[in-house]
């Protein structure tokens, strides 16, 4: 059967295909699965998943030791299959938007350690606590972001500290068309 709603949650978990429209023009058609992990473009990416996706504008640059996307002074490298799939994107351009979901930014001292090349420093602006995760309300190089943790993190309201992106999990958005370049 057919049914219709602006509610995503509700889409997902009632769904076993889901037509994304956007002013009545489809974007994509796919299971709940694939539209949340590989999105088309921003809109399906940003409308898929609560909280939604988390969105900055990036600068790539390929450096001998690697690809990395740059906002401000962070600096992310991304994994080799992610800048393999780069290139062969035939992307040429130096601009894009990265999304990253908020269960994919962590704050655990493990996470941090096995990702040294995504670290970045933080200010938590709210912390707000789920029940079986918590809420950070974030600023990075003056942006805000959300990121999904552990109910036991110890970051706090005012606190600095430090987050590592799952670089496995980036997707990268052309900025003008705004379709996906990478998932």
Known sequence: FI???HDQTEAMTMGTR??????????????????????VNMFVAGFMGSPQMNFIDVTIERKPEGTYVVFGNQHIKLPEGKAKMLEDSGFKG?????????EHIHDEEAFLANSP???VNAEVEVTELMGAETYLYLKIEGKNFTARVNPRTTAKNGDTIKVAFDVHKVHLFNKETEETIIN
Request: net charge negative; glycine share 6%; no cysteine.
């Open 3 to 5: 049914y219709v709603t």
């Open 18 to 39: 889901i037509v994304v429209m956007k002013d009545g023009i489809i974007q994509q058609v796919d299971t709940p699965q694939t539209l949340y992990e590989t999105p």
């Open 94 to 102: 130096t601009e894009a938007v990265m999304g990253i979901r908020p």
């Open 117 to 119: 090349d995504s670290v």
